[in-house]
T-cell receptor, first 119, second 111 residues
């Protein structure tokens, strides 16, 4: 069974601080996808990144960066110089890459981390 | 660029009433799912489909039915609404090598 753990329920930072959101996952699959989604106060789910398990390079997109460490089953998300607009709930998720039967391709989500950026 | 269209956006039901949440996607995705989101619980899978005519249960299927007669549509039926079904519902679609695309969500209150 797959499992995603986001141990940080809520985080508050002051604007311009850096913040890292932790994500630890469990899966028996040798290949899998990892995702991050953002849910702003308006409620929609905004896709941020998808990472295939055989691509262990870290990724940077503007102020966002992701650190994937297969050895520790972690896929952490860092926001540099946080802004008020970053205030949201962030979800980490996991899915299979290849079809293996029941539940294939469905995303397993963590419980989310609520980030509040204080001006 | 419609993506995933989910209706209605808000709904209030009385206990025992039935209703259908509609979900349609125009990306020709094989895989569609319904999730519910409750405070502190993340998104939990209700039902999913891997293609027209094929559906299966997720983590929290009780009280819900689904069908998939076409690739585009995946409605979720509440047979007899209960207060425990008060939640925010999201429909999603994806292909095997894409991210999941989500609808705007339905906020359902059962009184």
């Amino acid at each position: 069974a797959q499992k995603v753990t986001q141990a940080q329920t809520e985080i508050s930072v002051v604007e311009k601080e850096d913040v890292t959101l932790d994500c630890v996952y469990e899966t028996r699959d040798t290949t899998y996808y990892l995702f991050w989604y953002k849910q702003p106060p308006s409620g929609e789910l905004v896709f941020l990144i998808r990472r295939n398990s055989f691509d262990e390079q870290n990724e940077i997109s503007g102020r966002y960066s992701w650190n994937f460490q297969k050895s520790t089953s972690s896929f952490n998300f860092t926001i540099t110089a946080s802004q008020v607009v970053d205030s949201a709930v962030y979800f980490c998720a996991l899915s299979e890459v290849t079809y293996s039967g029941a539940g294939s391709y469905q995303l397993t989500f963590g419980k989310g981390t609520k980030l509040s950026v204080i001006p | 660029n419609a993506g995933v269209t989910q209706t209605p956006k808000f709904q209030v039901l009385k206990t025992g009433q039935s209703m259908t949440l509609q979900c349609a996607q125009d990306m020709n995705h094989e895989y569609m799912s319904w999730y519910r989101q409750d405070p502190g619980m993340g998104l939990r899978l209700i039902h999913y489909s891997v293609g027209a005519g094929i559906t299966d249960q997720g983590e929290v299927p009780n009280g819900y039915n689904v069908s998939r007669s076409t690739t585009e549509d995946f409605p979720l039926r509440l047979l007899s609404a209960a207060p425990s079904q008060t939640s925010v519902y999201f429909c999603a679609s994806r292909s095997h090598n894409t991210e999941a695309f989500f609808g705007q969500g339905t906020r359902l209150t059962v009184v």
